[in-house]
């Protein structure tokens, strides 16, 4: 792991200090509640969950409290009036803790619990609805969900579409305007490289691995030589197991992830572990001089999403990582499969019901749908009495399959259960700017990924994004970074090179 | 496990209620903090440490603000001065509160960080200067230590001894008073019934087991099983691994305990198993009513050794478990031995430097020891240049042998350089309160342990002590429960019996 670079002082302004020293106590809650988040998923014993939940609610109303501070108000006001004197991480500071005091105080108390409460039903009955798939158990709960939305869109405020507000709580600038733009472009292209996908016959739609069953201890041992390959630094991380993988960030020198064993179709587990690193990554490399400071975590969803997807998808699934992968399943796994063959298993390409089931090419054809029908919900312009059958239908023109069940199609994600409107749209934005990336290694220094050199992959990321945390807004990191806004034309280009044109030359790459 | 009885009601009065709902943000944050210190113990990252502490210093210090909050001082001052009108339960809130909110009032912040400076410094040169044998190193921080235990003890106030008002710290009511009395008895007992093991010869100094090694992952399974064997309840508690055995309460429905393996010598792993058993048995017989107020804990440290030291030595070193043992361990560990020899095996007897390592015969010497040179130390009548060498003779005197050097003297606990002060005696209090309730159960319903009647021990303890939680002082808890006070005679009884009378019936309590 490569040592992080420290900004020499980054903070100077004594208003800024003042600020920072208030902030630690918000800090040190933080890491409490991110304990008790990650504890809930690995270890706490099940009965656990009554005084975990009053716990966290509790340091959540005091993390409320604490934001509405006026003297912190009042520094922050201060801070803003002397902004061009501020240095970048100073601005930083000012901008992050900024714009949550301001959602703290746009979001009356009274809204906020009601939305924990209904939200923390609805997951239940959600989970019900979904097993029986009974769209109507879940109705009234998702329409009061999306009232909740609505009304929190106006106390927000906006200036184009209610939308861009729920849009800017998980991407600070991101508006309909930009999704509009690039769904524009990213939907007819990635529907043409799907169909010469399908009909070129490269790509297989299943294959025989993903029908073979693994030994849940020797996959243990394969996850953990697989971080051992990307360097993974055990003296601040750990690797546990939960129902669904996440990384918890609980500090620079302390970042968690999970990964869960199906006991089956082991590149499942593999891509989750990859996917989870890195997202781990960028935390262990932001600056050591921002730890404890409000920019000491990632710009943005989109941009967290776009170093997972990085990892995952253009590092993990190129043809340069077969060879490793190809050893490591044989060593661990007894799998015999030679890279060429695992190049095919792990970047199989099917129109699929199942979002998280989906690949690289047709996954942002379901963003494209929830972001379409919840921009509607949102402007009202759609009831969620209609909207099971606006999914279905819209399904069957992106993908030409039908939901035959709610279970396969508009209660497959827990997303809106939890109250997340605007959220899905961070994950195509996460592939945009990782394809940016690729683009821009694979333009300037193309021997990072044909040649697998992980230290100088995770150097490039350092020096580029991780290093900052949340010093810039996102779309002033990734036009500093890659020089260019996000839109949809890496990402094309990317799936056009890789599922168009690598094909004829794959050898070159298999290392 | 026995369902916890629940109180009908039991806070009513207004004033009582307004205080527990002030309480419940501390409860939150003991809570947090309780997992933050459990997660540094097992699974923490190493580099993780030092966010840990700087999150949990700072919220160490809001607990601090909270409990100097004049609000929370008035409604106390109220519900004090209707303490008559007030229900058992009630009062315990406020007598528990009280005392918290008065040592926080009486050690000013500037002393309590000091403390926590030196202390944490001092933990840490402790270490060395016990690996080197060098008492020189640990000297000056020892000194500091005592110097502050001493202005504690001004600040907090006592009527005969400066020693009382740290023992009340963890023993509410405990006085130098009651030791000198108890040990006066306790000591010249304890060295006859040694005498007569010593040269007795039925209890060995050593057994040939102790010098076995066994295979860790078998030592898992074998601990798992046991706690199954002692109806444990894994949706409520868990078992993991750490450098020193722990019991760490989150909650009535959330109790941890860890255990480490040393790979030699299987009963140390057994019986530091079974004593935090004891510990989390405590927690989970808490009448839930009492959930997340400042009487869901232990009565104090010394009712709750009691507890630990009931399980390990009582339940768990006495004759009716070693079949259960014998069976385990021959099924778990391949160890072949038959219950007499285990109860051997389980039970030696030596005078030995080290206390962790004492038997139940001379363990309260070691205790008698301590106990006499911190209470020189705080009245000032030894100095800490002195210690060394009043360790070594008294040392000589109570068990006939000598340290060959500080390591295995005075360097070997880590208490004081925590600045914990007037916390051994509990460990000693708790061997007395076990005994007591041993004299209880073996006049009233000897088929409990004679039996090995696990579910009807765990009632006993319930119904009488467990259930209360600190809602009773500890001698009004142990006066109630087994009728009388805290004194040698029964862990005289109880020694005599098990070393002198015991080896000539032992068939009759194999099982």
Redesign the interface.
Known sequence: MTATERAENPFRDETVKKILAKY??L???D???A??GW?LET??????I???S??????E??RHRLLLDPELGQLLREAEEKLDSLNVYERGVVRVLGREVRVAKAIPEELARREARVTSKATVVWREAKRKADFKLFKPYLEEIVEIQRRKAELLGYEDHPYDALLDIYEEGLRVRDLDALFSELVPATRRVLDRVLSGGFYPQRHPLEDESYDVDKARALMKRLLDDLDW??????L?ESAHPFTMD?????V?ITVRYEGHDIKRAVYSLVHEYGHALYHLQIDRAL??TPIAGGASMGVHESQSRFWENIVGRGPWFMRLLSERLREYMGVDAAPEELYRYVNTVRPDLIRVDADEVTYNLHIYLRYTLEKKLIEGSMTVDELPEAWDTMMEELLGIRPPSPREGVLQDIHWSHGSFGYFPTYTLGNVVAAMIWRRIWSDNPELLAGLDLARLREWLRERIHRWGATFPPKELVERSLGEQPSARALVEYLEWKYLELPGKLHEYLG
Do not use: T
Request: hydrophobic content about 40%; charged content about 35%; glycine content about 10%.
């Open positions: 630690r106590l800090w040190a809650l890491h409490a509640v304990l008790m504890d270890y706490m014993p099940r009965d656990g009554s005084d975990r009053a716990a966290a609610e509790e340091l109303g005091l630094p055990w003296s601040r991380g750990r546990d609980l500090g620079i020198d302390d968690r730890a404890r």
